[in-house]
Structures are given as structure tokens and as C-alpha cells.
């Protein structure tokens, strides 16, 4: 029998994690692991967990309190996990697909393995996990979905992968494969191993992202929507959160579960009535154009787009997203009024403002926290810098009240804005302080899907193939 070092109580043989750092045991339900969970756990697996006040120091010996060298644990969180897949109408032949999994919060610092749990997305519908899909070492992402929250989710779902598997452009998140289990939908898609640029404002860059590493995301941008409208498709939700980085310099728009398209029954429609399926919070209403909101008979088309990338603009060179702070109707109004946001620098920076209105305008305390020093460094920083005109120009006719005004993806692209880029230009280089991606070993809700997938059979009759 042993102690659990958190509660201090008898720990039963049969119930206990072993940290294989400091050797300590552990009451499951101690360390957030329910007994469904803990009975899906291999042996192996909770012999080699690490407690999370452990993770930066050396696995103990049995017989000594002197830290060694550690050893690296069999079948740890690095076990393979194999997938196997029937292929066929007879369903005998299999084919195996071995992927890698380690769960982590994204953000974590430290010496920690290169496999991730990204944060819950789509209003907590999904958890992105990494993986290396080991037959041509490629790092892929893997969005399981719960399926069963709801039918209009599970539509919304279908309309991602259907609108992705049609889609193809260098620019566009692709779409490699997904599979059914049980009620769980497992969708699978290149690793773009920055982040979204939500992510890198939020934690590196909260007065802005410089003014050439914005040039480069907007160009890309630019380019994924270019091919969208010629596809007839009209996004609907263009915003930092949806562009995704990577390492080698790819700048990827994600984000098409709101995506439209103009092609209705076979016959292409001048305009759109309906409005993009809601956020879990409705967060998405801060990018969308005034005659979206609007709900008349005039409509919308792809311009509306063009007017979220002038929010895009200013949310990537402010740090901080436009609207955030005012509440819905006052930003409804103000939208179709015309009132439009700004970048901020020495030329457009209004007369200097108490604290409390700082904050409220332009919405810095987020990422920041709410002390004055915060905002005043963010006044500072606005206050002294200064972006070019071309800048401002590209943001104000994109920005335009009537979306008459507003140039297509096509003229933007040709701006000059974008002259200022060169061949040689490489954004990771520009946004330096910005890291991949770590991980954390010890999530345990990857390794319950480790040793789920290495059991899982897939049927072709269940894949999602429409």
C-alpha cells in the first residue's frame, strides 16, 4: 500500500499514478483523472505519467534522493498509436496509418516534446491535437469533434469538410482525410506549428505586429481570397484568429465552416441574405461589414469580405481586435453609420485620453491586464511610431462604408503598399520572439487517445466521404 502525496491518503494497488519523476504516488481523481479515464490507461502508460509540478526536473531514483540522468520510459507518451483503416467494398484488405500523439497546452515553455494540444475551438465543439503521420514524417493536425453536441453543429462541421475538399490553393488550409468513431469525428489537416495570428498578438506582439510581417500575412490573405471569390465562395469570417503560421513562412486562411457560397440550386445569385452561423459567443460580428449586419433586401456579396480584411489590417497593427469593447447594438450602429476603426501610430492618434478610456477604445487590456502601466505603454508605443501612408490608404478603402467603393482581392493585390516586400523577406525571421508551439508530456487526455487509436478500426462505410 502507498501514500497519495496530494491527499495523504492510502493509495489501493489498483488505483494510483506513479509520477516518474519524483516517484510519488498519486490518486487518480487527485490529479483531474475520472475512473472511466483511469480504467482506459495502460499500466505502462500510468507508470510513465509525470506530475506537472515535476516536469522540469530529473526522474529520482528507487534507492537515492540524487537527481540522475533520465531514462527515457517505455511505451511513454511517445508510443506510437495505429490506426488501422479498411479499404474496399470487401473490407478485408488494412492499411495501417501510425501517427504519434503527446498532448500539451499551447504556449507551454519549457524542454518539452514537439507534440501539442491546441486550446478548444469551434465554442468547445473540438480539441486540435498534433501528430506525425510517421510513412512520410509529415506533422499533421488532428480536430476531433464531438458529433453528438448537436445537429447544427454536426451541419456546420459537414459544411467545412465539404467546402475544404473543394478547395484547393496554396493559401487555404487543406483537408487530408477524417474518420468516424463511435460519435466522435476526427478531421485531419497540415501543422501549422505557429499558431493563428490571434495567438502571436495575444502573447507576443500586443501593440501590434510590424508593419512588413503584416504586409506578408495581408498579401497571402489577399491571395486566399482572390481564389475563393473566383470560386464563388464568400468567407464571412476573415480575422486574425483564422490565419494560421508555420515555421517555413506559409501563411494559411482557415475558418471555411462560415464560408458561402454564391452557386444556389445551380444558378449563381448577385447576393447573399443570410448571415454566417454564430460564434459561441458572437465574436464574429466585430468583422463583419455593415451591409452583412444590415439584413436588407440589397445584401451582400464577396466585398463584404474585403471590408473584414480592413479589420484584419487594423487588428493585426493595433494588437487589439476593433469593437471588442462596445457592446453589440452601440457597434451595429456605429458600422452602419460609417464610423470605422483606424490604424493607430503619431498621425492618427487622438489627444491623449485618461486610462479608463484608453482601455475602453481600443481594447488593450487584452493581453495586457488592466493595469495603468499597461495601457500607457501601449500609448507610448502608438504615440511614437509611425506606419506608412500606404498603409493607411490600403486600410480606409477596404474599410469603405458602401461596399461599391471597396476594390476586389484582385486590385488590392496590385496596392503599393505591398511593393515594400521583397523576394528575400521571410515572416518568421520577422516576428523572431515568437516560438513554435510546445508541449506538455503529461496531458492525459492525449494519452487516452494514444491507446484509443491504437485500437481503432475504421470502416470505409463510416468515413465522411460525400
Not at 491546441?118 to 498534433?130: M, N, R
Not at 506525425?132 to 458529433?147: D, E, S, T
Not at 493595433?318 to 490604424?343: I, Y
Request: charge should be neutral; aromatic fraction near 8%; hydrophobic fraction near 35%.
Amino acid at each position: 500500500m502507498h501514500q497519495c502525496a496530494a491527499c495523504h491518503s492510502t493509495v489501493d494497488d489498483y488505483d494510483f499514478l506513479e509520477c516518474y519523476t519524483c516517484l510519488c504516488f498519486y490518486h487518480g481523481q487527485c490529479v483531474g483523472v475520472s475512473p472511466t479515464e483511469f480504467e482506459r490507461l495502460s499500466s505502462d502508460t500510468k507508470m510513465s505519467w509525470i506530475y506537472p509540478e515535476c516536469r522540469s526536473k530529473k526522474p529520482r531514483s528507487d534507492n537515492s534522493n540524487t537527481l540522475v540522468r533520465p531514462s527515457t520510459p517505455t511505451n511513454s507518451a511517445h508510443a506510437d498509436a495505429n490506426v488501422t483503416s479498411r479499404r474496399g467494398k470487401q473490407g478485408t484488405s488494412k492499411q495501417a496509418a501510425i501517427v504519434t500523439f503527446v498532448a500539451a497546452q499551447s504556449g507551454c515553455s519549457g524542454s518539452c516534446v514537439s507534440r501539442v494540444e491546441l486550446p478548444e475551438c469551434c465554442g468547445g465543439v473540438a480539441v486540435v491535437y498534433s501528430a506525425l503521420y510517421k510513412p512520410n514524417n509529415q506533422n499533421v493536425a488532428i480536430k476531433r469533434y464531438f458529433v453528438d453536441e448537436s445537429k447544427e453543429k454536426a451541419n456546420l462541421i459537414q459544411q467545412d469538410i465539404l467546402t475544404r475538399k473543394e478547395l484547393q490553393h496554396p493559401n487555404i488550409l487543406s483537408y487530408l482525410t477524417s474518420f468516424v468513431h463511435g460519435r466522435e469525428l476526427y478531421v485531419v489537416s497540415p501543422l501549422m506549428n505557429l499558431g493563428s495570428c490571434r495567438d502571436i498578438l495575444d502573447r507576443y506582439f500586443q501593440e501590434g505586429l510590424p508593419e512588413l510581417a503584416c504586409a506578408i500575412i495581408l498579401k497571402d490573405v489577399l491571395l486566399a481570397l482572390q481564389y475563393l471569390h473566383k470560386q464563388l465562395f464568400v468567407h464571412r469570417s476573415v480575422r486574425a484568429s483564422h490565419v494560421l503560421l508555420d515555421t517555413n513562412g506559409s501563411v494559411k486562411l482557415s475558418g471555411l465552416r462560415s464560408a458561402a457560397s454564391m452557386m444556389v440550386r445551380g444558378r449563381r445569385q448577385r447576393q447573399l441574405h443570410n448571415l454566417p452561423p454564430p460564434d459561441h459567443d458572437n465574436a464574429n460580428l466585430m468583422w463583419l461589414s455593415p451591409e452583412l449586419l444590415e439584413q436588407n433586401l440589397k445584401g451582400y456579396d464577396e466585398r463584404s469580405d474585403i471590408y473584414s480584411l480592413g479589420v484584419l489590417c487594423c487588428e493585426l497593427a493595433n494588437g487589439a481586435v476593433p469593437f471588442a469593447e462596445v457592446p453589440t447594438t452601440l457597434m451595429f450602429t456605429e458600422k452602419v453609420r460609417g464610423s470605422r476603426p483606424q490604424l493607430l501610430d503619431c498621425s492618427s492618434f487622438p489627444e491623449p485620453l485618461d486610462d479608463g478610456e484608453m482601455k475602453s477604445m481600443y481594447n488593450t487590456d487584452s493581453g495586457v491586464g488592466d493595469s495603468a502601466d499597461g495601457v500607457s505603454r501601449l500609448r507610448q508605443v502608438y504615440a511614437n511610431r509611425k506606419l506608412s501612408d500606404t498603409f493607411h490608404h490600403i486600410s480606409e478603402m477596404a474599410l469603405q462604408r458602401d461596399p461599391e467603393r471597396r476594390p476586389s482581392a484582385t486590385q488590392l493585390l496590385n496596392h503599393a503598399f505591398f511593393k515594400q516586400i521583397r523576394k528575400t523577406d521571410f515572416l518568421p525571421s520577422l516576428i523572431g520572439r515568437v516560438k513554435p508551439i510546445k508541449a506538455d508530456p503529461s496531458d492525459m487526455s492525449a494519452l487516452l487517445l494514444q491507446e484509443k487509436l491504437s485500437e481503432m478500426e475504421i470502416e470505409k462505410q463510416t468515413e465522411w466521404d460525400f
